[in-house]
């Protein structure tokens, strides 16, 4: 556990912000432990140079075999944060595995009534489809140790504070793919591997029309694609405007692939779907990542190689009295 004269995060909740504190985060584990505490104390201290203070609840620091503490302590943890009106933003430590222990724990309905800002990914992707599931709109960012990092991505804080802080933004990358593009739909997806789990369940969201973005990491190729067969025979991909992949690296190479790749995969399905699927999206296990309101109405268009992705009216900063007026 951190010491108390270093850690700028408080393990306890507290009703009563700090003076001139103008956003309140609380920080929470839902997956995987910590494997490093210090990444608590780190990322506390980058939110303190902006005058925000950090409330850790107890999962950050438990852990349960491969866990962050039992699923109970997980559960109410995430549930208490999200439906405190003292906190500002929910922020996940880390991802791992073991949100979807937690679906059928968690009152999405009074989460949604609040209407929170909460982030996380990878793991966390079971979080963000089930709330949409619910009509809630949460953001798939950055976690606690890419803010802990000894040199933070600059491109990762100016898309967290950029859409955190206001009701609408525009992300600009280099794409591969069609080149020209211009369509509009709900913006969702997150990690491969957990929206092929959720698949076939009641925690996916029944999205037509929408724009899907995907990553993942780790994972082979064959694997991969049978993940996305997955979503395609579930009729999932066809009724997309748009495929969006983020970052897969690294893509393990398997004795017998000869050739096959990520590559082969990608250039399979798009002879297979009539959906464009757009390659460059800066998301994933990576230290560059953007951050994206999972449910929310977007736009994208491309033209010659350049992508712009537009999207408003999710939870954010702005409507906070008091972050409107430090900011």
Known sequence: ??????????????????????????????????????VV?????????????????????????????????????LESFATDPAIDLVLSARGGYGMVRLLDRLDFPAIRAR??????????????????AHGGISLAGPGASDFAAPSPDPFTLEQFFAVTGQASHQLSFDAAGPRRLQVSGRLWGGNLAMVAALTGTPWMPAVRGGILFLEDVGESAYRIERMLYQLFHAGILQRQRAILLGSF??????????????????????????????????????ARKATLPVG?????????GSAHLSFSRYPNLSRVARYRSAA
Do not use: K
């Open 296 to 304: 929310a109405r977007a736009r994208l268009a491309i033209a010659r």
């Open 115 to 132: 209407r929170p800002i909460i982030v996380g990914y990878s793991d966390f992707t079971a979080f963000h489809l089930a709330y949409l």
């Open 41 to 77: 104390d780190r990322a506390a201290a980058l939110f303190a140079r902006r005058g925000w203070q950090v409330s850790a609840g107890d999962s950050v620091f438990a852990r349960e075999q491969r866990f962050a503490g039992p699923d109970a302590l997980r559960a109410e943890d």
């Open 249 to 286: 690296e690294p893509v393990p190479a398997m004795p017998n692939d000869a050739g096959y790749g990520l590559d082969t995969v990608i250039a399979h399905f798009r002879a297979l779907l009539e959906v464009p699927i757009v390659c460059g999206l800066p998301f994933g296990h990576v």
């Open 1 to 38: 556990m951190p010491s108390a004269d270093r850690a700028p995060a408080s393990r306890t909740r507290t009703t009563a912000p700090r003076p001139r504190t103008p956003v309140r985060i609380g920080l929470v584990a839902p997956s995987g432990s910590l494997p490093d505490p210090g």
